[in-house]
C-alpha cells in the first residue's frame, strides 16, 4: 500500500546547524503517529517541510507517493496543517471562514456549502454560527482552526502542539475530537510536549532527538523497551542507600531532574517497596506502571543511567 | 499548475473576504467615509466663502479625491491589509493553501478598486451637491483612478510588507511619509505659491502628477494631448509601484517561510 508520507534520510541546514540529520519516517493510511522529543530537536522543522514551508538539503519526501518537490502547489491540498497558534480571520463568521478558506482549495459551490455544514455540525459549531470568530473562547476558535485544516478533505492532517494553548477542558474537548478523526480514518502527523496527549491518541510515536529519530513503535512496543514494568518514585535522606538496596534487589535506577526513579520489574504494592527500602531513610515514594513519559525519558535519554 | 478558474476563485475570495472584514469594522468604516467627506466639506466652505475663490473648487474636489481620500484609502488600507495579516498569523496559514501569490496580490487590487470607486461616487456626490463642476471626459478621468488606484496598491504592498510589522505602524509611516507628499502634491495648496525649491522637489513627486492629471481633466476639461507628460509619468509609476509591490510581497512570503 501506498504510504501517505514517505520521508527517506532528510537532512536540513539552519546556518551551521544540523537540524535535521537523516531524518526517516513512513507514515500508512488510517495512522496517527506522534512525534516527540525536546524543544530544538527538528520536530517543527518536519512539519514545516512537509507543508512545504521549507525546503530540505538532501534526501527524499514523497507524499501519497509522488515526490514533495514535484507536486508543487498540489501538495497543499494534500496536507492539512493546524497550529496551536488560532490563524483565522476574527471579523468573520465561523461558516465564513471555513467557506474562504473552501474557495481557496478550490472546492466547487455545491460541495463547500456541503462540507462547511458537515464541520459546524461535527464540530458543535452550529450554537456560535452567528458570532465572530474574535468572540469565541480560545477552545472554541481551536476547535474552528481543527475544522478549517480539514475543509480540503486532506490525505495528511499536520498537527503542531494542537492543545498547547488551551485550558484543560478544551483540551480534553480537542481530545475527543482527535479521537473521532482517528477513529474515521484520518491519517494524523502530530506534535505535542503532552505524552499523556500522544499515549492517547497516537497509535504509533517517533521519539526525537537532534534531528533524527532514536525510537519508534506503538505505545505499548515502547514501554516494552523500559527495564520495567512499573516505576516507583522515591524521595530520601540518603541517595546513595537506595541505589545501593535498588542494586541488592536487581530494581533499575533512574534521576531525572533530582528526582529518584526505581524502574521495577513487575508490578508491586506500595507495601512491598516501602518494605523492600527499609532502612534506607525513605520520606516519600510513589508507584505506578510505566508510561510514555517513562519511555520518553528511557528513549530520548534524558534522564541520568546511574544503574 | 493552477487552472485560470482557481486563481479566478481565490482572487474572488480574498476580495470578498477583504470587502466583509471592511464592512465588519464599523467604527473604521464611518472614519473612512467620514475623513474626506468632511475635507470636501470644510474646502468647500472656504471657497465659497470667497467669490474670487469659487473656481478653484473644482481643482481642490479632484485634489482631495486623488490626493488624499484614494491615498489614505487605498495605500493605507492596503498597508493594514498586510500588517493584520502577519499580526493575526494568518499569513503563514495562507501560505499552507494552494493560494496563489498572484491571486492573492489581485484579490487585494480587486477590493481597494471597488472602494475607490465607492469613495469616488460619495465624494463626488457631496462634491456635485455644493456646487463642484466636472469638465473633462469620464474615460480619461477613470483612466487616471485607475492608474492611481493601482499605484497606490502597489505603494502599499510595499510599506505594508517591508515596513509595517503590526497595525499601529501604518499608522506612523503613513503620516510620516503621506503628509509631506500630499503637501509637495499641491493637494491643500497650489504648486505656484510655493518656493521655487519646493516646486523642484515637487516634480518628483509621483503625487503631484497625479493630482495634476486628474485636476487637469476634471476641473479644466484638458484631453489626452495636454496631458500627455503626466500620463506618461503615471503610467511608469504605476508600472513601477506595482512592480515593488510585488516584489516586496514575495519578499515577504519568502521571509515567513523561512521563520
Partial sequence: ?307 | MHTSHLLWGQTLAVAQRLLLEQWRQKRGLIFWAVFPSMMMLLFGLVYAHNDSMRAGLDAAAAGILVGAALFFSCLGGTAAVIAAERERGTLPRLLTTPLHPAAYFLGVVIAQLLLALIQVVMLYSIALFIGVQYHGGLFLGGLILLLSVFSYVGMGFFLGARFARRSEEVVVALSAIGVPLLVLGGTFFPLEIMPQGMQAVAQINPMLHMNQAFKGVAAYGMGFDELRFELTFLFVFCVLSLALGIQSYQHLLGAEKSK
Avoid at chain 1, 476558535?141 to 477542558?169: F, G, I, M, W, Y
Fill in chain 1, 1 to 307: 500500500m501506498t504510504a501517505v508520507l514517505q520521508i527517506d534520510d532528510i537532512h536540513k541546514w539552519l546556518g551551521s546547524q544540523h537540524v535535521l540529520d537523516g531524518f526517516s519516517l513512513r507514515v500508512e493510511p488510517g495512522e496517527v503517529v506522534g512525534l516527540l522529543g525536546p524543544n530544538g530537536c527538528g520536530k517543527s522543522t518536519v512539519l514545516n517541510i512537509v507543508c512545504k514551508l521549507l525546503s530540505y538539503d538532501a534526501g527524499q519526501v514523497q507524499l501519497m507517493g509522488e515526490p514533495l518537490n514535484k507536486l508543487n502547489y498540489r501538495a497543499r491540498g494534500l496536507v492539512g496543517l493546524c497550529t496551536q497558534h488560532c490563524a483565522l480571520y476574527p471579523d468573520l463568521l465561523p461558516a465564513e471562514n471555513l467557506h474562504f478558506f473552501a474557495r481557496l482549495y478550490g472546492l466547487s459551490e455545491k460541495d463547500r456549502n456541503q462540507r462547511v455544514t458537515e464541520l459546524m455540525h461535527r464540530f458543535g459549531l452550529e450554537n456560535f454560527a452567528a458570532t465572530r470568530v474574535g468572540r469565541l473562547s480560545g477552545g472554541w476558535q481551536q476547535r474552528l482552526h481543527l475544522a478549517v485544516s480539514l475543509v480540503h478533505r486532506p490525505k495528511l492532517l499536520v498537527l503542531d502542539e494542537p492543545t498547547a494553548a488551551v485550558d484543560l477542558e478544551a483540551r480534553m474537548d480537542l481530545w475527543r475530537l482527535i479521537e473521532g478523526l482517528r477513529d474515521s480514518g484520518t491519517t494524523i502527523l502530530l506534535t505535542s510536549h503532552h505524552l499523556a496527549e500522544a499515549q492517547r491518541l497516537c497509535s504509533r510515536v517517533a521519539l526525537m532527538r537532534s534531528g533524527k529519530i532514536v525510537a519508534q513503535g506503538s505505545v505499548p512496543e515502547l514501554l516494552a523497551r523500559i527495564p520495567g514494568q512499573a516505576v516507583a518514585k522515591v524521595e530520601s535522606k540518603n541517595n546513595e542507600a537506595i541505589m545501593q538496596r535498588a542494586l541488592e534487589l536487581g530494581w533499575t535506577v533512574r534521576q531525572h531532574a533530582g528526582q529518584m526513579r526505581l524502574l521495577l520489574p513487575h508490578d508491586l504494592g506500595l507495601r512491598e517497596i516501602v518494605d523492600a527500602l527499609d532502612g534506607t531513610r525513605v520520606t516519600a515514594v510513589s508507584v505506578q506502571p510505566v508510561t510514555l513519559e517513562d519511555a520518553y525519558l528511557e528513549l530520548v535519554g534524558d534522564s541520568a543511567l546511574v544503574a
